[in-house]
């Protein structure tokens, strides 16, 4: 790949907050076509490293190129190229969704009747067209989010910043917000996106770039990465308890380890690896006429991720890099 | 949310050009003119949706006048009739004046919510945000005019010059209020909480309502108190709107609320454009 592919660019991002080092270098590079996604507990320097790219905030050291202009000194030009769905919903409360949607369509110089029917578009889109006439205030959380998603892909930006656009959606809504941004890959755009949930990561991303008290601490497909913290996890309760020895053996012949653990009461766990350890379970399970009350397969959580990349606990709170900044 | 996928706008893949370009949106003229009405549109919808915010600046005129022509007038100029011909336009000037504190305490609290994230992701001019919003707040200022003009005609008030002349006059209001928002933003891009914005603002345009001819002729006030009364920005408003009303003599009173305006402009449109730039 040359770097003329490479639509989002950045090496050795800083940017301090008074006492606080919210990122200390950080490289990013997310290809044409493609989503990374940034990974990192709360406060690991995700937003601030979004707001720098979408030109919101300046960096105190480093360089960041989007589209192949400086954000720093082409700030114009990287908006012409960029939609944003910044953490916080950003839209207009007192407005109803449709006008949300005009006002940004005519600040991005469309004439009046081309910014209704993109708007229309896009509220159609969203299954927001029942609500487009009423206020933002009046609004679910879910629906916010999906207006403030609609408002960032109003100019059918090139490059997409997505942070944490799943937080706080139901599963159902959240496998929906998962099918917008793979349409919007297929056709073209280039996504940054941020998460916590390592699931989502996976879900979604070409790559993923693991962050943490605003340090890379891995990059990686998330093959590559599933690899170094240990794939999936399956986990099995019988319905009958006293059935749970007769399991445990089943579950030892699919797994990579040989370990079942026991993490709750009546739930047997193991490491597995491969597509088909799911099929063979069941199937083994099916044959010795042991029914399950639940089956389920895991990827490693955060915490997990952190532990192993890092040997310790991620630190979920914001004092704990203060006190070590400091 | 359903996905329906027939319906669903294709994002193009795009070229080096931009996205924006490729929609057909022309690079036109006069982008901040065209952005900044766009979102002056957005401050009359919201003025539309919460006309309550306007309570204060349409009955305050009428409280005020009625108090003032029928408490004091006798005892200021003889007649309540002639203390009202005597008072609309300073009333007028008072109302519009305090009208311009709103601006910087709703910015003030405006620029904390993620619309702004917004607009500085857009690529519009940084100031058009704050162009739009003091342009949108003409027509709260229109609405001031307008109610205490009425209700002056309601108790007897009458204009003794021509149309033209007095349109002129309200206009000149309007456009002195739309400078004096200009201090109302910095205050509000300046200070941390509307709560400030709204007392510093209020100190601010306060001595220049009293320490004024609104009430009484400059010649009825202590010789100390005149030297301000006369470089008094409001002073010359209302002297000129009362030329304008009432056929008084102008003298250069236009010119010197025209020159006032101006250098509110002048000095605290790019203070506040600086303290817009750094507070984001
Ligand atoms: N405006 C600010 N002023 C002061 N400190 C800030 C500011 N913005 C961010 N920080 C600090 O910088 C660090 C990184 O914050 P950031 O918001 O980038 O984290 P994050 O990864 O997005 O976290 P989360 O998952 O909670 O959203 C935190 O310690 C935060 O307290
Ligand atoms: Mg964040």
Redesign the pocket.
């Known amino acids: 790949m040359t770097s003329h592919d490479l639509v989002i660019e950045a090496e050795g991002l800083v ?1 301090r ?2 006492r ?4 200390q270098g950080v490289d990013l590079s997310v290809a044409r076509g493609t989503v990374l996604g940034l990974l ?12 720098i790219l979408a030109t919101l905030l300046t960096a105190d050291a480093g360089y960041a190129r989007v589209c192949g202009y400086d954000v720093a000194t082409h700030a114009q030009q990287v908006r012409q190229s960029i939609g944003l769905t910044g ?1 916080y919903a950003s839209v207009d409360e007192d407005l109803t969704g449709r006008q949300n949607l005009v006002m940004i369509a005519r600040l991005l110089d469309m004439g009046g009747a081309q910014s209704r029917r993109r708007a229309a578009e896009l509220l159609e889109w969203f299954d927001l067209a029942d609500a487009a006439d009423r206020t933002a205030k009046t609004y679910s959380g879910g629906m916010r989010r999906r207006l403030d998603l609609a408002a960032s892909l109003v100019g059918r930006p090139e490059v997409i910043f997505l ?2 656009p799943t937080t706080g959606l139901d599963p159902g809504k959240r496998e929906d917000m998962w099918d917008v941004i793979r349409s919007l890959v297929a056709d073209g755009s280039t996504v940054l996106l ?1 998460t ?1 949930y390592l699931d989502e990561a996976d879900a979604l991303a070409d790559e993923i770039t693991v ?1 943490d008290h ?1 340090r890379v601490i891995a990059h990686d497909t998330p093959e590559g990465l599933k690899r170094v913290v240990g794939g999936q996890t399956l986990e099995v309760r019988p319905s009958d308890p006293s059935r749970l020895e007769e399991t445990a053996a089943i579950l030892g012949a699919v797994a990579t380890a040989g370990v079942v653990e026991q993490p709750r009461n009546g739930v047997l766990s193991v490491p597995v690896a491969g597509d088909d350890a799911l099929p063979a379970t069941v199937a083994r399970l099916a044959s010795a006429g042991i029914g399950v009350t639940e089956l389920s397969l895991h990827l490693p959580s955060l915490d997990e991720v952190f532990f192993t990349l890092t040997g310790r606990t991620a630190a979920h709170d ?1 004092t704990t ?2 006190a070590e900044v400091a | 949310m359903t996905l329906d996928l027939t319906t669903k706008p294709r994002v193009r893949p795009v070229s080096g050009t931009g996205p924006h370009a490729v929609d057909g949106a022309s690079r036109r003229p006069l982008p901040l003119v065209r952005h900044s009405l766009t979102l002056a549109k957005r401050s009359l919808i919201k003025t539309w949706r919460t006309p309550e915010a306007l309570i204060d600046v349409t009955l305050q005129p009428i409280i005020f006048l009625v108090i003032f022509v029928y408490i004091f007038g006798g005892a200021v100029s003889g007649s309540t009739s002639g203390y009202l011909q005597y008072l609309l336009p300073g009333i007028l000037a008072q109302t519009i004046a305090q009208g311009a504190i709103a601006i910087g305490v709703n910015l003030n609290t405006d620029l904390e919510k993620g619309i702004f994230d917004r607009f500085r992701s857009l690529p519009i001019a940084r100031s058009a945000p704050l162009v739009g919003a003091v342009i949108g707040d003409v027509a709260r200022y229109v609405i001031v005019t307008v109610s205490t003009l009425a209700t002056g005609y309601v108790m007897g008030f009458r204009i003794h010059t021509n149309l033209a002349q007095a349109i002129a006059g309200c206009l000149l209001a309007v456009l002195f209020a739309l400078s004096l928002s200009w201090v109302s933003v910095f205050v509000g891009m300046k200070v941390r909480t509307s709560g400030a914005v709204q007392g510093i603002m209020f100190l601010i345009v306060m001595p220049l309502s009293f320490a004024s001819n609104v009430f009484v002729p400059t010649s009825s006030l202590p010789g100390w108190m005149q030297g301000f009364v006369n470089v008094n920005p409001l002073t010359h408003l209302v002297a000129a709107m009362r030329g304008l009303f009432q056929g008084d003599p102008l003298g250069n009173h236009v010119w010197w609320t025209l020159a006032w305006c101006a250098g509110f402009v002048a000095v605290f449109l790019p203070l506040a454009m600086r303290a817009y730039r750094r507070k984001v």
């Open positions: 940017r907050f008074g606080t080092t919210a990122l990192g507990p709360n406060g690991a320097g995700k937003t601030t490293a979004v707001r953490q942070d944490e941020t916590q962050i605003g914001d890099q203060h």
